[in-house]
């Protein structure tokens, strides 16, 4: 048994398989639509909650889970014998490792506060994941807490990560502009691409998708640079774009993937379908 667990949340987007494969423990953020509220864990499929973005009126709304749902993954994982890494979305964009916080406060309380360790991966998606990836190899090859929070934060360091929207209008609508905000009034009809340290940071403004899925490209042809070789594509409801990336990463990297995968209904409310992304950190950060 591996005498640390790490949990992370679903904003990480990797595909089950991974995540399983990894052992990493979760706990779900939620989504609020048509008159319902889903766990992000419990839906199949994104595509019904992207047809009903693409045309609601309203935007639908998100929150993060609750200190009740760290403390039902914790102390389990707590009595089972394990310390606990929880690494979370980035603080800038969510208050989901707030709720690590408190829950982690409650613990202290009972005297289980040195036993468990929050982390904030300062980004989503698979600049999360990545890193989630990479504390749970280290906690399976025996490290212990310091060990495996030491690894989160390297390859966090490590990890990059840039994505290309079809619209800033999901963004304005719910508030997470971040830096780019700036970037609202302009009467250009533009791709922006941008990046997460600790809040949404613009990059650059290309005017096609032509140009953006290029530029895509260039960016993969820079983490091979750096020797960032583990390498993955997310995407939402781009498919298409999103295979034909791979196949160029291919090409640049001579490797598949590490994964690919589709972006979730809690960052995809505020980023909007057409959505592609690339991001990697070195692959030996992934196994020991």
């Known amino acids: 048994m591996s005498p640390v667990a790490v949990v992370t949340d679903t904003t990480h987007y990797l595909p089950r398989a991974l995540v399983e ?66 690494i979370h979305l980035s603080a800038g964009i969510s208050g989901t490792c707030n709720a690590a916080e408190a829950a982690h406060a409650e613990l202290a309380g009972r005297g289980l506060g ?63 502009v971040g830096a780019a905000r700036a970037w609202l009034g302009s009467t250009l009809k533009i791709k922006p691409i941008l990046s997460i340290e600790s809040e949404v940071r613009p990059v650059e403004r290309v005017r096609t998708a032509k140009r953006a899925f290029e530029r895509m490209v260039e960016y993969l042809e820079s983490l091979r640079d750096k020797g960032s070789d583990g390498w993955v594509v997310q995407h939402i409801q781009a498919p298409e774009e999103a295979e034909r990336l791979v196949e160029r990463g291919r090409e640049v990297f001579g490797s598949d993937p590490v994964c690919v995968s589709e972006v979730g209904p809690v960052v995809g409310t505020h980023t909007g379908p057409g959505l592609l992304g690339v991001g990697g950190l070195p692959r030996s950060f992934l196994a020991r």
Not at 38 to 49: G, K, N, Q, V
Not at 71 to 83: N, R
């Open 21 to 86: 494969a990894s052992g990493l423990h979760l706990v779900s953020l939620y989504v609020r639509w048509q008159d319902r509220q889903d766990r992000e864990a419990d839906l199949a499929s994104f595509d019904e909650y992207y047809e009903h973005l693409r045309t609601a009126p309203e935007l639908p709304t998100t929150s993060q889970p609750s200190v009740g749902d760290f403390l039902a993954v914790y102390e389990p994982l707590l009595e089972a014998g394990h310390d606990v890494v929880s």
């Open 114 to 176: 040195s036993r468990v360790e929050i982390v904030d991966s300062k980004s989503t998606c698979a600049g999360l994941g990545l890193p989630a990836v990479a504390a749970a190899a280290e906690a399976a090859a025996g490290g212990d807490l310091a060990a495996v929070v030491a690894r989160a934060h390297e390859a966090g360091e490590a990890m990059q990560l840039w994505f290309c929207l079809d619209t800033m209008e999901f963004l304005r609508r719910g508030g997470r």
